[in-house]
């Protein structure tokens, strides 16, 4: 099982309702999120191009976060999922180093925190609240070892891109372009 | 033009608008590890050479500064720490692929050998010392048989301790300013150069000051050496190299690596060591300072700067 998410950078409008439904399941503390909205102008006038991206954490098959981790609080769960023990966690920051999408940040309480894919919801055989929410349906969710699965269909026919490849982290959040 | 947004809003504290996690806890820790590393390193060395008596600064005074300095540099990696009562769970597992995590039990082993260390040397240095209780006097007479054995492990992990402080950083892929194997060398010698110059600085015997000296002067050029490989390393790389590398080289942090880290820290004691070796007279503690100040600011430098660089899409 390889759980992986697909982002339709032509559907998405940028409203923000993944960062906002992410933070109401998560209880993410205010200030602070665990998804955000990438607005992204290339070109000079009249010529231009814009793409909106939702990122969060790639969940990496090859996670420099995991490998850092002087006491194994952050760790692989089943399906490639990348989460963080908060008891194990010492806050000591080389995950939040490590990561090239500074997608882990210090929680006010001490631990470091990060999207989890929503494994409590996925586990219940649901999607990610912020998958669930979108009102354009530009978010896929899914198995990638599943060939009929959401995000296994998304990226079959379209062209996509993965966000810093030459990281070598194998990231896998697939943006269609 | 390329410009890239947040449309959802982020300014997490410490991430945005560029991260900022580590703050002067790190750098002072790498400068004292490498600083201990360093005293520890040549006291172990001329024990083995059996010049014990000769280097009598070297070997028996200046290592009381080794066990204060790993002390004090456990304690502001442990105030780094956001989750401090779970430190502890540093030492519930052994994770080699984690660079922080055997750098603990390093400084988990280095810092009981360095404290035996000094308290070997404690009747020599303090006429009349007494360790009160049998066991502690069968102790110490255990470790002064064996203290060549000991001497060695001693540098071998001063070696590990070195080469830590650095890599400790090069293991950030995601950080291309520090994502360099140079990294490793640099700390060690440039720990190395702290540890001599404390030495130096404490030595009343001006034969052991001029052979210190000497090592310390070959310390320097190998110093500038890597620093010059650094750079030739990241301008020959790829965009984000070249990026980090331009912080130094016309960028925020131009002025003050230099001039603070390079011509104070580097070029200047190497010339006076150099002219005190000719026979001119230099204040005793004018190059030890200048390359404590220099050591320190490289790594406040690299550290602060480092967290800045990232990978650009």
Not at chain 1, 134 to 149: E, I
Not at chain 2, 116 to 136: C, H, Q, R, T
Request: charged share 15%.
């Amino acid at each position: 099982m390889r759980y992986a998410m697909a982002i339709d950078t032509k559907k998405c409008v940028g409203c923000g309702d993944c960062v906002v439904a992410c933070q109401t399941e998560n209880n993410v503390p205010h200030g602070y999120c665990r998804d955000w909205i990438v607005e992204r102008v290339d070109g000079t006038y009249p010529s231009l191009s814009l793409e909106f991206r939702s990122e969060r954490c790639n969940h990496c098959d090859n996670s420099p976060c995991v490998r850092c981790c002087p006491t194994g609080a952050s760790h692989i769960e089943e399906g490639g999922i990348v989460t963080v023990t908060h008891h194990k966690c010492i806050g000591c920051g080389a995950c939040i180093q490590s990561c090239p999408y500074d997608a882990r940040y210090s929680h006010p309480e001490g631990y470091v925190d990060k999207c989890t894919f929503c494994l409590h919801r996925v586990q219940k055989g649901q999607n990610t609240a912020c998958v669930d929410v979108c009102p354009t349906k530009c978010l896929h969710f899914g198995d990638l070892d599943d060939p009929n699965s959401d995000v296994s269909l998304a990226i079959k026919d379209r062209s996509w891109k993965v966000l810093a490849p030459e990281a070598g982290t194998k990231p896998q959040l697939y943006f269609l372009t | 033009m390329k410009e890239e947004l947040f449309v959802s809003g982020r300014n997490i504290p410490n991430i945005d608008p560029y991260l900022n996690i580590w703050h002067w806890q790190i750098p002072l820790y790498l400068f004292l590890g490498g600083l201990a590393a360093g005293i520890l390193f040549f006291a172990g060395y001329y024990v083995v050479r059996g010049k014990e008596n000769e280097m009598k600064t070297t070997v028996k005074i200046a290592p009381i500064i080794a066990p204060i300095a790993l002390v004090l540099g456990l304690f502001a990696l442990f105030l780094d720490l956001k989750h401090k009562l779970f430190f502890w769970q540093l030492y519930t597992t052994i994770r080699l692929e984690s660079p922080m995590g055997w750098g603990a039990w390093t400084l988990m082993i280095i810092t009981p050998i360095s404290f035996i260390w000094v308290a070997s040397y404690m009747k020599e240095l303090i006429p009349g010392w007494n360790w009160k209780f049998d066991f502690l006097e069968k102790f110490e007479a255990f470790v002064i048989k064996h203290r060549v054995s000991l001497a060695w492990i001693m540098m071998v992990y001063a070696i590990i301790l070195g080469v830590y402080t650095g890599i400790l950083l090069s293991a950030f892929n995601a950080r291309p300013l520090w994502n360099t194997s140079i990294l490793g060398p640099l700390f060690l010698v440039s720990g190395f150069s702290t540890g001599l110059a404390t030495i130096i600085w404490m030595s009343k015997d001006a034969n052991e000051r001029k052979i210190l000296s000497r090592i310390d002067l070959v310390f320097i050029i190998i110093e500038i050496f890597l620093i010059v490989h650094l750079f030739m390393g990241f301008l020959a790389g790829s965009e984000t190299a070249i990026e980090a590398a331009n912080l130094f080289l016309g960028g925020e942090f131009t002025v003050s690596f230099w001039v603070f880290v390079v011509a104070i820290g580097l070029i200047f004691p190497a010339l006076f060591e150099t002219l005190e070796i000719w026979g001119m007279h230099v204040p005793k503690w004018l190059p030890p300072v200048m390359i404590l100040f220099g050591g320190f600011m490289f790594r406040f430098i690299m550290v602060e700067a480092g967290q800045i660089t990232r990978y650009l899409y």
